[in-house]
């Protein structure tokens, strides 16, 4: 498997535009997390998955944050409008199958928005 | 709520020297348990769990741990630094009781000096 892909890489936008990152977990895998690494706060959970249903979102910061999970290999995470302070490296990661144990991170989409 | 606690956010230590890097959970019931080792722009790598059975995990790149349950500590442990252990490295616990949420320490910085 190639492991958790994410998309893009890098993305840098203009303060007030929709940012959609996107994210394909392991196949078999039926937990998938989003979280956001900044320097202030380290890593964070913004969002968690279970079977395609969101268990628990306390952590997005805003409305402006919003996450899909339409099937079982993909997700995404969108921030309408966007806003400078939301200038992060956000990793979405999957868990699951047979052993269940830990969560494989993908390499994480670095967003900067001026 | 679980809550993961890690000494020292940076840690210096000379090439050859014992790596300690420590974590405490809060957690009256045994977790899973894990270390996830971080490079520069990259995503979270798993480096060792604990889950059932011996307490001394053993992990990639000579690393190890130790379950102490007492204690409520899985503290991360390499008998000889190598310039290429410098990178983040963060603890983390998964909530068996708790939809299997992952909890994240703030990590620890490791440099390595030559």
């Known amino acids: 498997d190639a492991g958790v892909i994410q998309s893009p890489r890098h993305e840098v936008t203009e303060m007030g535009q929709e940012v959609t990152l996107r994210c394909k977990p392991i196949?078999?895998?039926?937990?998938l997390f989003w979280y956001r690494q900044t320097m202030m706060r380290g890593l964070e959970l913004l969002i968690y998955?279970?079977?395609?249903?969101?268990?628990?979102d306390s952590g997005m910061p805003e409305d402006r944050f919003s996450a899909k999970m339409p099937n079982a290999s993909f997700s995404t995470l969108k921030i309408q409008p966007s806003e400078p302070r939301d200038s992060a490296v956000y990793f979405c990661?999957?868990?699951?199958?047979?052993?269940?144990?830990?969560?494989?991170f993908g390499q994480g989409t670095r967003l900067t928005v001026v | 709520a679980q809550s993961v606690t890690q000494l020292g956010s940076h840690v210096s230590v000379s090439e050859g020297a014992l790596v300690l890097l420590r974590c405490n959970y809060s957690?009256?019931?045994?977790?899973?348990l894990f270390w996830y080792v971080q490079y520069p722009n990259q995503g979270l790598q798993l480096l060792l769990k604990?889950?059932?059975?011996?307490?001394l995990v053993k992990g990639i790149n000579g690393f190890e741990a130790e379950f102490k349950k007492s204690e409520t500590s899985f503290h991360l442990t390499k008998p000889s630094a190598h310039m290429s252990d410098a990178a983040e490295y963060f603890c983390?616990?998964?909530?068996?009781?708790?939809?299997?949420?992952?909890?994240f320490g703030s990590g620890t910085k490791l440099n390595v000096k030559p």
């Open positions: 990661a999957s868990s699951g199958g047979q052993m269940n144990t830990e969560a494989f």
């Open positions: 196949s078999g895998h039926n937990s």
């Open positions: 998955f279970n079977n395609n249903v969101p268990i628990d």
């Open positions: 957690s009256s019931v045994p977790p899973y």
């Open positions: 604990y889950t059932t059975g011996a307490t």
């Open positions: 983390a616990v998964r909530d068996l009781y708790n939809f299997n949420k992952f909890y």
